[in-house]
């Protein structure tokens, strides 16, 4: 499907899971000849080579972790960005660049009531209610990325509120 007023092809969202990275594993230390630097060091006490060796064999990693050691990485807790669609954040940009030039200022929207934000999300959202590729005939820009505007808009005022209170 094309979205004419954007003249790019619309892909359907791939299912089901990503696909795993390969793994990357450096040789281990009895089928390695060794650098410069494996020469001085005591190799019983390493199961694999140096970060020499590793980027030499592999060509990837800057410093080796054993593939299923995670707890090197402390980021439980932290949100999870990569499962938001990068279509999300592009297109409520595109209606962000829109915007800043209609209004000359990135921080116009801070002034804005927020009942304001919540009738034109319904209002973009009538608009494309039977087409959801319908196009806003003001800004060129479809009506559902207007509504994810004025959606995050009021989004990040909610949680500029909770962290307040």
Not at 88 to 117: L, M
């Amino acid at each position: 499907m094309r979205n004419p007023a954007l003249d790019i092809k619309v892909e359907p969202l791939p299912t089901g899971k990503i696909p795993p990275m390969p793994e990357v594993k450096p040789p281990r230390r009895d089928e390695h000849d060794g650098c410069e630097r494996c020469r001085f060091m005591d190799l019983d006490e390493f199961d694999y080579p140096c970060v020499e060796c590793c980027q030499a064999h592999s060509g990837k990693p800057d410093r080796y972790e054993p593939a299923n050691d995670q707890s090197a990485k402390q980021d439980e807790g932290k949100p999870q960005l990569t499962l938001v669609p990068a279509g999300i954040i592009t297109a409520v940009e595109k209606v962000r660049a829109y915007g800043n030039a209609k209004y000359h200022s990135p921080d116009n929207w801070k002034q804005v009531e927020s009942q304001r934000f919540w009738d034109a999300t319904v209002r973009h959202i009538v608009a494309a209610w039977d087409d959801y590729t319908a196009i806003d005939p003001e800004s060129g820009l479809p009506h559902i990325y207007h509504a994810m505007c004025n959606l995050a808009f009021l989004a990040e005022r909610m949680e500029n509120e909770n962290e307040q209170s």
